[in-house]
């Protein structure tokens, strides 16, 4: 085997883990997202197939029988209709399909002959072992759930979904605002924590620490800041302001989150702008003050556009780490006029059970993003900016 082979094999085989893992958790659901967007793939009723009950229980109450009452075969089969049963103790619908296997395949005598011999008493099924063992084909219809494909029905409820909208707008706002503060923010504090004084270090970890701590925590803090007995309402009162109810209000909900974002992400990309300061050679300063540029000057025609790649890198994340803000919305938001866009797909998803429905509302966000990435980037490096 020739060297170049075994190196390209060798190299295959170390980053198999992160290949895999890759493969996993991001490539694969994104493309199961992209199919089950075109479905009407519902959680709760993927469920209903491992549905737990008592068998003898459920007859008994499908025949209106007490307990300590005596049954027999005979009187049971002229009024026993399995469709109607398992839709009865199951509360589901059936399809055409289900009901003709069950109407043609369903031992009913055999599961009436053990209700009556008593051998389902304190027995415990799921529904697809109930129908595994009382039907003789078809058995696969009801051991795994099938999404129905529905084609564009999905992005066609979205033109009128009201939230869908509104969650929208609130991301695009959240983004507009939050984005270019905490990127000038970050800038302010990166020239700041540059400067050769005392105490630099202690003032980069204070403004660092918000970035890489527990959001969920974070979140806490801030509610009770922003409650109504909270610190900030107190300092307001103080001059004389009645309390305000800052995420109880639609007005200032959002507001409020984007304090707490800007707040929180400014550290992380003071860090990026910091590294890009401590890049700059020294030569080129001290040529700029040889030739009589200082302060302002100085800053807007010579740091500044050797920071622009830096630039280019905070506004990208920054914009697409606003578009996506979940954690804080989820942890602060009450009000369904607040919610942005990836809290309103977790909340189909996982609140509601409609999968499919927010696969196709995350496919349509994805692709705004993406949009909305590429322009940012086009604008930033056509434009003469700087």
Not at 157 to 173: A, E, G, H, M, P
């Amino acid at each position: 085997m020739k060297h170049r082979v075994r190196e390209a094999i060798a190299g295959y085989v170390m980053s198999a883990p992160i290949i895999i893992t890759i493969l996993t958790f991001t490539i694969i659901p994104v493309f199961k997202g992209l199919y089950y967007s075109f479905t009407d793939y519902d959680a709760l009723l993927q469920q209903k197939y491992n549905y737990t009950f008592e068998p003898d229980f459920a007859l008994r109450d499908y025949f209106l029988i007490s307990p300590n009452e005596d049954v027999k075969l005979h009187d049971l089969l002229g009024s026993f209709d399995p469709i109607d049963f398992v839709e009865y103790t199951f509360g589901f619908e059936l399809t055409e399909e289900q009901k003709n296997v069950i109407l043609k395949y369903f031992k009913k005598r055999k599961l009436l002959e053990d209700f009556v011999n008593g051998k389902l008493k304190n027995r415990k099924m799921r529904f697809k072992d109930f129908m595994k063992t009382y039907l003789e084909r078809g058995k696969g219809l009801f051991s795994k759930y099938k999404p129905k494909f529905i084609g564009l029905e999905n992005f066609k409820k979205l033109i009128d979904d009201r939230y869908f909208w509104i969650s929208l707008k609130n991301s695009i706002l959240f983004s507009l605002v939050v984005t270019p503060i905490q990127s000038f923010l970050a800038l302010i504090l990166a020239i700041a924590a540059n400067q050769r004084i005392r105490g630099v270090k202690f003032f980069k970890i204070t403004f660092f620490i918000p970035s890489i701590t527990s959001s969920a925590a974070i979140s806490m803090i801030f509610m009770l800041l922003y409650s109504k007995p909270g610190l900030i309402n107190r300092i307001l009162g103080i001059f004389g302001i009645p309390a305000i109810d800052w995420l109880g209000n639609t007005k200032t909900a959002l507001p409020a989150i984007m304090a707490m974002n800007i707040w929180t992400t400014s550290g992380y990309f003071m860090i990026t702008f910091l590294a890009g300061l401590q890049n700059i050679p020294s030569s080129v300063i001290e040529a700029s003050e040889i030739d009589g540029a200082r302060g302002w000057t100085r800053f807007w025609k010579i740091i500044l556009p050797l920071l622009k790649p830096q630039m280019i890198y905070v506004v990208t994340l920054g914009m697409i780490g606003t578009l996506q803000v979940f954690d804080q919305i989820y942890f602060l938001i009450r009000s369904q006029e607040n919610v942005t866009m990836s809290m309103y797909i977790y909340q189909n998803a996982f609140s509601y059970g409609k999968m499919g429905y927010a696969s196709s509302i995350a496919l349509v966000f994805f692709l705004i993003i993406l949009l909305a990435t590429f322009v940012q980037r086009q604008l930033m490096r056509e434009e003469k900016i700087w």
